[in-house]
């Protein structure tokens, strides 16, 4: 029997709702209906709405129930499984229905990682997931060229970033090395874990969501719990709720950190258990890297083409992760020395008058505003604010105090981010200029107005972009559009 006639039988005329038609949850409901499952579509968007696949769904069979009350089916009629869009509130009494109805809540993550016979490498964080999961598939395709430690082996990326992988679960071969990136609602409905388990970090974010701190902590916290004593969980050993995730994890741990002495100390800890040290860290300006024996220099960090202090950890992540499935740490290392950076994450955009314009559009908690003042020694001019998810601004008012010359605040959170700005300035010693701006277009003039020859304007918002903006990414495209569009005779 084939893994498709497999799967196949276990999904065959099983009744199952999908809800939410993204991306990903399209193709999720393309697999389901090639299984044979009766599947209902559910979003709240109508048709005119959605992505036009949509359409061609329903024209293959499947029922669509869209618009106000879209999630009723829920409650009218038993499933046997509901797979819901990453991001939706998981007690929603509809949801709560289908489930005390007997119905499995899942994601489409959790069928893939169910599925796949490749190797996996799961990446999460609070900050840096994207930058991370593309450093690590870079090495890895370079180990698997001609000659390389992985010579042959297919690489493929996926979760958050790149194409849904769901439609090609069953022809992924057993030594593919499969890269995910996955966000907290992902791992919050998943019931199993990546072989390699990475954890880059933990700051407050998706408050609005999750509800608590508490509850974003345990989603996150899946990536690593969910593995068995064949897994490895990849950990940021200056984190305090990670070093914490160490002891708990059932398989080996592995650790990047600023210093030898941190990410050392927690790797031999670690061993004990019975797993082989691993561990990377800085030394100096040279990333290093540690198997309980030696250390040796992979990297010096002047050749990393990503700006920030921040992006020096994601490569010593990047280098443990790929290590630990085969592909040389020195290989890694010129992977990451020759990748470019991600859109939208401290991307150049121009030069103009003598200012370097950057979109940190991706910025959309503090603790990444933060990572990304720290990237700069010139002054800045920041442009940030917008949707509030409930996250407090108070640890990035004396950043600003200190690293930026002005601020152009936007948004719905503009009044709270200036707040705590001038909360910090008594102890700062100085108040940057402040100013509101009514869109990100008379944000971007007011900025070119306040900076000087050597100056950054630097878009990082620290919030989420829904108030304005579709996503993140609209917001980082039409920052750069108004900024290309600058007349340099004109200020």
């Not at 992988?165 to 998943?190: K, N, R």
Request: proline share 5%.
């Amino acid at each position: 029997m084939t893994v498709t006639e497999k799967a196949g039988g276990e999904w065959r005329g099983r009744e199952v709702a999908v809800v939410g038609l993204g991306m990903s949850n399209i193709a999720l409901t393309r697999y389901l209906l090639r299984q044979g499952a009766r599947v209902v579509a559910c979003d709240r968007k109508p048709l005119a709405e959605l992505n036009p696949e949509v359409a061609a769904l329903a024209e293959a069979g499947v029922e669509l129930r869209l618009g106000d009350g879209y999630l009723r089916v829920l409650a009218e009629r038993p499933f046997h499984t509901v797979f819901l869009t990453p991001g939706m509130k998981k007690d929603l009494p509809e949801i709560a229905a289908a489930r005390a109805a007997g119905a499995r809540i899942r994601g489409e993550i959790d069928l893939f990682l169910e599925r796949c016979r490749g190797t996996v490498i799961g990446v999460t964080g609070s900050a840096g997931k994207t930058t991370t999961t593309s450093l690590i598939a870079a090495g890895l395709e370079r180990a698997a060229g001609p000659g390389g430690e992985l010579a042959g082996r297919p690489v493929y990326v996926g979760g958050n970033i790149g194409r849904p992988l769901i439609e090609e679960v069953d022809a992924i071969p057993p030594e593919a090395l499969v890269v995910l990136e996955l966000s907290s609602f992902q791992l919050e409905l998943a019931g199993r874990a990546p072989r390699i388990g990475l954890l880059l970090n933990l700051r407050p974010n998706h408050l609005d969501v999750h509800g608590s701190m508490e509850a974003y902590a345990a989603a996150k916290a899946r990536i690593v719990e969910l593995q068995d004593a064949s897994g490895w969980a990849v950990l940021n050993g200056d984190d305090p709720f990670c070093t914490e995730l160490a002891r708990r994890a059932p398989g080996g741990v592995a650790v990047f950190a600023r210093e030898g002495a941190t990410a050392r100390g927690l790797a031999e800890k670690a061993a004990a258990r019975g797993t082989p040290p691993r561990a990377a860290y800085l030394e100096g300006d040279r990333l290093v890297v540690w198997d309980g024996h030696r250390e040796v220099e992979v990297l010096r960090a002047d050749r990393l083409r990503l700006r920030g202090g921040h992006n020096r950890m994601n490569a010593l992540a990047a280098i443990l992760a790929g290590w630990l499935v085969g592909a040389g740490p020195a290989t890694m290392a010129e992977a990451a020395a020759a990748f470019p950076g991600v859109e939208h994450r401290l991307e150049f955009v121009r030069e103009l008058d003598g200012v370097r314009y950057y979109n940190d559009s991706i910025a959309t908690a503090p603790d990444r505003t933060l990572a990304a003042l720290e990237s700069f020694a010139e002054p800045v001019v920041l442009i940030a604010g917008g949707y509030d998810k409930g996250i407090p601004f108070d640890p990035l008012g004396p950043a600003i105090c200190r690293r930026a010359r002005a601020v152009v605040l936007i948004g719905t959170t503009a009044r709270r981010i200036e707040e705590a700005v001038r909360a910090a300035a008594g102890e700062a010693g100085r108040l940057p200029e402040i100013r509101h701006a009514g869109s990100l277009a008379e944000a971007v003039r007011a900025a070119r107005e306040l900076a000087r020859p050597g100056d950054v304007v630097l878009l990082s918002p620290a919030c989420a972009s829904y108030d304005m903006f579709r996503d993140f990414a609209e917001r980082g495209r039409q920052f750069k559009e108004l900024v290309l569009a600058l007349d340099p005779a004109r200020r």
